[in-house]
């Protein structure tokens, strides 16, 4: 089996200069996200993903790994991290008690100016319903209590991180 040709296409979306590889749909479809992420250009056979910066990407897993241990200073048991579904992924889920936490983290600049427990939307807390559910069938856990918490992560200019964790943010959509 021959590899798919890739070539460098500028992205609209991407800010000017920025460049990656194109690669083809049937490999798109074979991922494992069945869904368009946003920033994908699509064309004739081939599909364009803005690739997430390093630097986001670290600063995504830094911020995860700090409300990790923020959870367990509060008394939670991190269970797993970074579950993914077709339909997503459930950035930690936790147990207190007899209770399942499912933990959506969201990390912003300081400078961004809105709060990142703002990002949080119906819609992702829908999806977050959604994930919950596939996770207890998954793990085949019927009849568990379960909650569903937001983590707000802000990193200042310092460098430094604020943890703000907000208990039953939303109930199940």
């Known amino acids: 089996m021959s590899r798919p040709r890739t070539s460098s296409a500028s992205c609209t979306l991407c800010p000017p200069g920025h460049r990656h590889h194109a690669r083809s749909v049937a490999n798109a479809r074979a991922s494992r996200r069945p869904y368009p992420k946003r920033g994908i250009v699509e064309s004739p056979g081939l599909i364009y993903p803005c690739v997430v910066s390093q630097a986001r990407q670290r600063l995504g897993a830094t911020a995860e790994a700090s ?3 923020a959870l367990e200073r509060a008394g939670l048991r991190v269970v797993e991290r970074n ?50 559910q596939l996770y207890l069938k998954w793990r085949g856990l019927d009849g568990v209590r379960c909650r569903f918490d937001v983590v707000s992560v802000t990193l200042d200019a310092r460098g430094v991180f604020d943890v703000r964790h907000v208990r039953a943010a939303f109930d199940a959509v």
């Not at 579950?83 to 399942?100: N, P, S």
Request: net charge positive; proline share 2%.
């Open 67 to 69: 409300a990790a241990v």
């Open 83 to 132: 579950v993914r579904f077709r339909a997503g992924e459930i950035d930690l889920v936790c147990r207190e008690g007899d209770v399942l936490v499912f933990v959506e983290v969201k990390c912003r600049r300081a400078t961004w100016g809105d709060a990142p427990a703002a990002a949080v939307s119906w819609h992702k807390q829908r999806r977050l319903t959604q994930l919950a």
